[in-house]
């Protein structure tokens, strides 16, 4: 059988791009095919129904494109897409498909990383408004607390490459401080928005260096590397070319700018018209 499906890999920006790198570097054999909606980020601010729609339009998308599995690198779109597209459309009209989410990997293990059980975990207002980290934590470690922090802020810093500048040393002490003052004994961050690594520097600076700061790349990236080891004929399936091709909905040379930051080497993208399709 001719291996020739790629991974896709999907996020309303550019933040998705640093879960990508991760997975890349781990798994780097594989053909790959991100998709960033830039035309219509940021997701998190946006309905149910909005984001539900266009993470579903981009999962098309990637489908059209041979992806026969799509992870979806944006935790807005993990909790409030993943499990509708997942039980209601997969089944109906891609059977043979598989869509995986960044929520559910990051919550297996989050409870490993802290001693005092005490949990912070950090997101956009859509994420932290679907209460997903909440209820799956408990469903691992029902022992440990969960406190969320929206920063409705960071992620446009981050879009717009403000993230570095003395204009983001403001919003970033005022989520962290807000979090921090729902319980002091909080040991453990997550980063619960694939934008967030980029302003670690700032956050690190701010923060005792007793709090662990987790991301989700590595995470994730063990999670998908676990999950075709336990799933062999869709991995014998899987393009073996180590070809990644990168889209965007915005505009493309904006992107190529941005995106070079998250992934950390220089890309060209292809500009797509969802509408058009």
Not at 43 to 53: H, M, P, R, T
Not at 189 to 208: E, G, N
Request: proline share 5%.
């Amino acid at each position: 059988m001719t291996n020739k499906h790629p991974i896709g890999i999907f996020d309303s920006g550019y933040g998705g791009l640093t879960v990508f790198k991760s997975i890349a570097e781990r798994l780097p054999q594989y053909d790959y095919i991100y998709l960033g909606d830039n035309a219509r980020a940021p997701y998190g601010d946006n309905s149910f129904e909005a984001i539900y729609q266009y993470t579903l339009e981009c999962v098309e998308w990637l489908f059209s494109e041979g992806c026969q599995l799509v992870i979806l690198a944006c935790n807005t779109a993990s909790a409030k897409a993943l499990r509708t597209i997942q039980q209601k459309v997969l089944p109906v009209k891609y059977p043979t498909h598989r869509v995986l989410g960044v929520i559910r990997p990051t919550a297996e293990v989050i409870g490993n990383f802290t001693e005092s059980k005490i949990i912070g975990v950090m997101g956009t207002r859509g994420t932290v408004n679907s209460e997903s980290y909440l209820l799956e934590i408990n469903k691992y470690f029902p022992e440990v607390s969960v406190y969320q922090q929206s920063c409705p802020m960071w992620v446009p810093l981050v879009e717009n490459n403000e993230h570095l500048t003395p204009g983001a040393d403001f919003f970033v002490e005022k989520y962290l401080t807000e979090l921090l003052n729902q319980n002091p004994k909080i040991d453990t961050i997550l980063l619960a928005c694939t934008h967030y690594p980029l302003l670690i520097p700032k956050i690190k600076r701010i923060l005792s260096n007793k709090i662990l700061l987790v991301g989700q790349g590595d995470i994730v990236s063990s999670s998908l590397e676990r999950y075709l080891d336990h799933h062999i004929k869709i991995k014998e399936l899987l393009a073996i070319n180590a070809k990644r091709s990168f889209y965007t909905t915005g505009d493309q040379h904006v992107f190529d700018e941005h995106a070079s930051v998250f992934f950390g080497d220089q890309i060209f993208c292809k500009h797509i018209d969802l509408k058009e399709q």
